[in-house]
């Protein structure tokens, strides 16, 4: 599975930026999607994920009620909209995907197999 990630860039804190990941490579979709992110000298952290059904999506503590992952499955892609976005949001988004057919969704980077290339989040205060 080859992941792209798009959509990062510069906004306002306050501000909304929608991210997007696109699968290529299998006949089917991975069942389990996520997305993380890093800053430099931290350790990359668990932001979302999503199943395949796209049901009970799960989201960290610190974006929780202002991000929303999505998925079109015919598309093979997976969405994350950013909304009220603040300072502490700036990273580099990474899209990643669970191995099919494991279909629990995972909070750690060990639990994901394939990553996207990373797309960059500034957010300005």
């Known amino acids: 599975v080859q992941l792209q990630a798009s959509g990062g860039g510069l906004v306002q804190a306050g501000g909304s930026l929608r991210l997007s990941c696109a699968a290529s490579?299998?006949?089917?979709?991975?069942?389990?999607m996520g997305w993380f992110r890093q800053t430099p000298g931290k350790e990359r952290e668990f932001v979302s994920a999503?199943?395949?059904?796209?049901?009970?999506?799960v989201y960290a503590d610190s974006v929780k009620g202002r991000f929303t992952i999505s998925r079109d499955n015919a598309k093979k892609a997976v969405t994350l909209q950013m909304n009220s976005l603040k300072a502490e949001d700036t990273a580099v988004y990474y899209c990643a995907a669970r191995p099919p057919p494991i279909t629990t969704i995972a909070r750690t980077t060990r639990g994901y197999t394939y990553w996207g290339q990373g797309t960059l989040v500034t957010v300005s205060s």
């Open positions: 490579g299998r006949s089917s979709s991975p069942y389990v």
């Open positions: 999503i199943s395949w059904s796209g049901g009970s999506p």
